[in-house]
């Protein structure tokens, strides 16, 4: 198989435990496979928020960003020359990760993001991508 028939492997991240443990889980297997790795994220504007005034230094897109960019430089540094792409998106994390999921050889996701249940063992956005990703999905707990 040539570098060219090597599809990506995504992994979605929310900056929780188990979003950093997949997404050095999937730069491992990356690494190893010589495929590409597209790191997801996504942000919404909470829902508590409904249709009052913005905050004006609260930008949760930005925030995300943020967050991706510390993430994936941890990435790069421990894996020189492994393809790293990252992508900012609006909208639920489970959706998001299943259309990412199209055309990519393996989905990665944490067990359990922020704002799950503390006591599952798998989340709702883990669960969903598991029923409805374009390819197999591997699941990584977090190791605490």
């Known amino acids: 198989m040539g ?5 990506r492997i995504v ?23 010589g495929a590409p790795l597209e790191v997801v994220t ?16 609260y930008n949760p897109a930005e925030d995300a960003g943020r967050m991706l960019d510390e993430a994936t ?4 540094t421990a894996h020189p020359g492994l393809e790293v792409r990252t992508s900012v998106v609006g909208g639920h ?7 990412a999921s199209n055309g990519a050889s393996l989905l990665v996701v944490g067990s359990r993001g922020h704002g ?9 956005v883990s669960s969903h991508c598991v029923t409805n990703a374009h ?4 699941v990584v707990r977090d190791t605490d």
């Open 3 to 7: 570098a060219a028939d090597v599809r």
């Open 11 to 33: 992994v979605g991240v929310d900056g929780s435990p188990a979003s950093l443990a997949a997404l050095e889980w999937a730069a491992r297997q990356a690494t190893l496979t």
């Open 42 to 57: 996504t942000w919404e504007w909470p829902q508590s928020f409904g249709w009052a005034l913005p905050l004006p230094d």
């Open 73 to 76: 430089q941890k990435v790069r």
């Open 93 to 99: 994390p489970a959706p998001t990760l299943v259309d």
């Open 116 to 124: 799950e249940f503390a006591g599952m063992l798998l989340g709702s």
């Open 135 to 138: 390819c197999p999905v591997v």
